[in-house]
């Protein structure tokens, strides 16, 4: 059996696929998994995040650099699918970039990270129409939006997730807070579970796993 696919995508920058991708990886990594960070992005951030861990320590998934191949990500993903567990596509922001729907073509689930105001949950509606246009060819594409940068118990919190209930595509239950723990991770080369003190992030990003695990596995979409 081949790898699951993971497209994590949203046309708008600044959203936290990055973010959203590496945890994610390396946190099934953790588990024993064996995962591959497709980077597709041209700033090359997720290579750049694996390249800062120290080499006794190093990011518990696999990063390869596949920006160059634009619309053929698919294809050159599927060569890797047979070695790993879990691909995780980190795609680029380009409105007109041809990565993201490449990389639909052959995903299990797209995550599209979406940070809780009004103007972020508008500018996600692109990336919705490209999903819907990869499900006629890919009809086991299922998709999660990811509640990000959270903050909870605000009066935008409580409105974007009113805002999520109509957007067309279902959201995961776990979300991802507002927390320095994210971007400090980033500069470690790790994920969150490698710093001090931070067993919120750690309690999101496993919760986040689990839910992402159970609807690619279990099929529960």
């Known amino acids: 059996m081949g790898a699951k696919i993971l497209t994590v995508a949203n046309q708008k920058g600044g959203a936290g696929k990055t973010t959203l991708a590496m945890q994610l990886a390396g946190t099934l990594g953790r588990q024993g998994d064996r995962v591959l ?6 700033q090359g951030t997720a290579q750049r995040w694996a390249a800062s861990a120290e ?3 190093p990011f518990p998934a696999a990063v390869a650099g596949l920006a160059a ?16 567990d879990y691909l995780v596509v980190d795609c680029p922001p380009a409105v ?3 990565v993201p729907q490449s990389a639909l073509m052959i995903a299990d689930l797209a995550l599209v990270p979406v940070i809780p105001s009004p ?3 508008w500018a996600a509606k692109g990336i919705q129409r490209l999903i819907e246009n990869a499900q006629d060819f890919n009809e086991a594409l299922a998709a ?7 903050q909870p118990n605000t009066a935008l919190g409580r409105e974007a997730e009113d805002l999520l209930a109509d957007f067309g595509i279902p959201r995961l239950g776990q979300t991802l807070g507002l927390r320095q723990a994210y971007r400090q991770s980033q500069l470690y080369g790790a994920t969150v579970h490698a710093l001090d003190r931070q067993a919120k992030a750690v309690a999101e990003v496993d919760a986040l796993a689990s839910e992402v695990r159970n609807v690619v596995e279990v099929g529960g979409w």
């Open 144 to 150: 999660r939006l990811v509640l990000n940068m959270l």
């Open 37 to 42: 960070v497709i980077d597709a992005d041209p």
């Open 69 to 84: 191949a634009g619309g053929k990500v698919h294809q050159e993903a599927r060569k890797y699918a047979g070695d790993y």
């Open 119 to 121: 103007a972020d949950l």
């Open 96 to 98: 007109d970039s041809p």
């Open 55 to 57: 080499e006794a320590a």
